[in-house]
């Protein structure tokens, strides 16, 4: 019997809230989400000062803080399963009757909601530091931009930290993602400087929409409500994707003894 749609919305936001807790209390996290996306913005503001690059500083600060938001959902989702693991909780957790997917969210959610900081925070920083002028073209289109990509990369996070459960060294795969997803979202070069066919599988991405979006919203260009719509979208498309994946995962890891392993 599933639990009541109001218990299992109180038991996500209680989790997410614990999860928070958690990661502010990791020195290598807090690195990864608060140092990082600063080092990352002042970076390319140096690099395309005095060149011809029609990147402007909005859109350089907005980047970095995109690259710091993966880079702390990535790395947060797949220490959130093996810290379960190590605290030897996974197995009750899993075998509790509610879903892994619903358990394994808050992790994911929580890990892209302390991203969020790296993106005030570059804008900040290059506000402060590097003259850069803050203004958004529209306020409320960017908030929700913002809030879709939020959720895209969660997803997508959990997504990927969904192989953690039967693979217990699977975090030193996840890491090489992180790369590879900063360049076809389009945070590090334009989606259409990509070869074809890597543009193809951008649009699978539904973070490269989220990134569209936000930097849609911010200097006024056109496309930021598709580019929502489109990241919601496959944000839905990946949170079905993954339920299938947690289930299959779970009994695989069940069947070969896997689960408690570290």
């Known amino acids: 019997m599933s639990a009541p749609p109001s218990r299992t919305l109180l038991l996500i936001g209680r989790a997410w809230r614990l999860e928070i807790r958690q990661l502010t209390t990791s020195k290598l996290y807090l690195i990864t989400a608060v140092l990082i996306p600063l080092v ?6 140096f690099m395309f000062e005095g060149t011809n690059r029609d990147s402007g500083p909005l859109q350089i600060a907005l980047s970095a803080g995109l690259m710091g938001m993966w880079s702390s959902t990535l790395l947060g989702s797949g220490n ?7 605290m030897k909780v996974l197995e009750p957790l899993v075998g509790s009757p509610t879903s892994t997917f619903v358990f394994a969210l808050p992790f994911a959610l929580a890990t892209a909601s302390m ?15 590097f003259d850069m002028p803050l203004h958004l073209a529209d ?11 939020v959720a895209a990369l969660g997803i997508l996070g959990l ?12 975090q030193s795969l996840a890491n090489v993602m992180e790369y590879p997803v900063w360049m076809l979202s389009g945070v590090l070069v334009p989606v259409t400087a990509l070869p074809g066919p890597l543009q193809e599988v951008s649009r699978l991405l539904a973070p490269s929409w989220g990134v569209k979006a ?3 919203s911010a200097d006024g260009s056109p ?3 598709r580019a929502i719509g489109l990241c919601a979208l496959l944000s839905a498309v990946y949170a079905v994707i993954t339920l299938v994946l ?3 995962f779970e009994w695989l890891a069940r069947s070969s003894g896997t689960l408690a392993l570290q």
């Open 40 to 45: 990352l913005a002042s970076l390319a503001h």
């Open 80 to 86: 959130a399963i093996n810290r379960l693991r190590f």
């Open 115 to 129: 991203g969020l900081y790296s993106l005030l925070a570059t804008l900040l920083w290059s506000t402060l530091f």
């Open 139 to 149: 306020p409320g289109l960017f908030v929700l931009a913002v809030l879709v990509t």
């Open 159 to 170: 997504l990927l930290a969904s192989a953690f459960i039967l693979y217990p060294t699977a």
């Open 214 to 216: 936000v930097l849609s």
């Open 223 to 225: 496309g930021a409500l």
């Open 246 to 248: 947690l289930r299959r």
